[in-house]
């Protein structure tokens, strides 16, 4: 009977020990040699998919070790790479990576094309077969949710993998260090550039085990905080008691933070050129990126290239999020370059965090978190051209659209804390295209009214003096003709006095406040120009506002009139949850909201709640129209 039929016989009958024992045999050294692939496939198809036995599962494990150290290590690669497609999803996965650990420390040639096809499809199963369940999107946005949901059985599915693959990677990392140092004090040249190209690829593979799925989990942790333990009943107080301060105690890690670390402390030890990785962004991330080699497509070729190995750009931004936000790591920045030079480099993978964002509110988070310390330090003001630039253009926008349309009220208010931050960092050129961006990108009324305020600050500075030494360029571009090209741009009323002023509220209020400020600083002197354009101002903004609030305000009322009245359908005297017939949009939370479509004494709040915006408005004005008339008559 042929070697492989027979230990093919003893594993389909179960009998372990039999297979061992015919295995293990010397005489047979010589059939492992010619035909190990085999051996290999029917040990694993027959005996290591069907034991159930801690003992018998183990036989199997020592049996695959030892063949795989007999028989010729690039094809016993190849066959335990095909046996890994198999066991993906099993427990069992460890038995494989083992196996396939000594055929790598076993490889005579150690060729860099190994390490890539290799460790490349390692991550490829990770994303691919092990993807992030996506019915918990949005849902990771606490810590304590985080940590309960790491004990649903997918996601526990998850970090068993990352961690079995995580372990692959320790003994293969101990040998390069060994060989990385024996290259050096030996001056071996060929060994050198060998060695230059397993560091690139480990380092690379390395990277993208940070990208899908762990960028979608929370990978924060704050070592310290305040434990709340409530006091003791006072009948079990002694008098003399002290009242002991709080506890100090450690949050727990998440497994996502905890594989993070290991990751990232892994690349620290490979990663002996820190410039690879920020030159590989600079050079590839400006522009769209080849896509991933597609192992299932191609046929192994031992001369492959390390230019074929990809790290994913998400994978990436992760790196550089836990080194800049989650401070892992943070060795890994060489010093010499600036932080202006960084901030460019870098920004483009903030665009790819919030993009990939729309499907998880933790990527966006990291978006937003990353982009805040890159911005937080520069240690120069930007130029206008970082407005025009693509890359940064598309981030202004899509961060207008996280402020505006996110379901997280943590998100918007992150996005909303960015934006200030990003605005402020521009030189006076910069702050003013900024805002012209807006105005022409965003019609949100919330927004645009916000960046009013901070607009008004920046006149305020230009007026007073408080530019530094960029007071000159400031009052050049927040004072006088560019003002004046503001001014009539944001002090109009889209469609008149029919404007919907629930919908223009914030824009509306910011615009008469700047208006006050501006005539009470500056009426008198007219350093800012100001006076010159309120004729203007007054047929675009103040008379058709007049108008429009007393149509307004007379359409309110009433409504209000008609709902108060005893004989109206759905009276609040009526069950809360009846509803009236009142045809009429009103924009609550951001949303355009009928007010017929809820309960009558809600209906009743939300009117009141307009009137009252309605008045804010119309003491605004008339104090506009009586600072104007006071500097008139003078």
Known sequence: MEFVEKVAMYLKISDYQLASLEIMNPDNLKYIQAEGMDLISKLCDIGLQEAVEFDDISSCSELLNYICNCYNPKLALVSTLEQAETFILSPKFTIILKAMQIVFIKHPSKRAATYSWTLNLLNKHLKEFHKFPEEFNNKLTEAQESLLLENDSRIRNIFIYYSDVSDFYVPILNEFVTQKQYSLSNSDVALVLEIGKQERILKACLVNLLGQPLIYFDLTWSPEAESKNPKPPRKNRSRLQLKKPPMQTQILKSEGRLISEKVTQMISRVNIDKSFLLKWTERKCTQQPPPLTDFDEIEYDEELEEEEVQIQRLALANYFYLIYVEDLSSDQIPMTYTTNHLFCVLFPLVNDLLIEGHQNYLVIQKGLLLAQKLIGQLSESLGAEFIRGKIYSTFVERLAEIIIFSESKLIRQLGLSVMKDYFWVFDAPGKYMFFQFILVKVHHSGLVGYLIGQVKEC?????????????????????????SKLMLQICVLKDGAATDLMESNDKIIAVLNLLRFLLLRDGVQNESGILKEMSKINALLLKPLRTGLDLTKAHYKLKLKEIEEPGYKGNKTKEISSTSEVDMNIIIGGKEVNVGDVPIEEQMKVINSALLNMD????????????????ASK
């Not at 530094?468 to 360029?473: A, K, P, R, V």
């Open 459 to 483: 006149i305020a500075n230009a007026l007073n003096g408080d530019g530094g030494d960029n007071q000159q360029e400031l009052q050049k571009q927040f004072l006088g003709d560019n003002l």
């Open 616 to 631: 804010i408005m119309e003491s605004l004005l008339v104090r506009v129209n009586e600072c104007y008339s006071s500097v």
